[in-house]
């Protein structure tokens, strides 16, 4: 991979590390927000409103399911900007070959060529 590839994917990584990181402030201020009006509220909440809690942890629950898989989206977009900087990037962590310039550029910090990320999801 060329010098001016390398600084077109440093700059998306970096644009995604940047929005990823405004999502994730946003979501951990209106999880911690959520979570203190919940504990804050419920021995006010009558019987009949119970479903109501219900579904308020509900969404309390995926809203955290979604700041750790975008925690963990952010840790590979690091390791991604890491491996521009090792001149390591664009290669496949399982069998080294190079990973499609077409599959980086949809994710630009996928670590996987194509038939090492579908042999792992086929062994699950």
Do not use: W
Request: glycine share 6%; proline share 2%.
């Amino acid at each position: 991979m060329n010098a001016k590839e390398l600084a077109q994917f440093r700059k998306m990584l970096i644009e995604l590390k940047r929005k990823l990181t405004d999502s994730i402030g946003h979501l951990h201020n209106d999880a911690l927000k959520t979570a203190g009006e919940t504990v804050d509220e419920l021995s006010d909440v009558p019987a009949e409103h119970m479903a109501e809690r219900g579904s308020d942890t509900f969404a309390r629950d995926l809203m955290i399911r979604i700041l750790q898989d975008s925690d963990a989206e952010l840790c590979d977009i690091n390791l991604a900007l890491e491996k521009i900087e090792g001149g390591t990037y664009g290669l496949c962590e399982n069998c080294s070959g190079e990973i499609p310039r077409k599959r980086l550029k949809a994710l630009p910090f996928a670590r996987l060529c194509i038939a090492c990320k579908q042999e792992e999801e086929r062994q699950g």
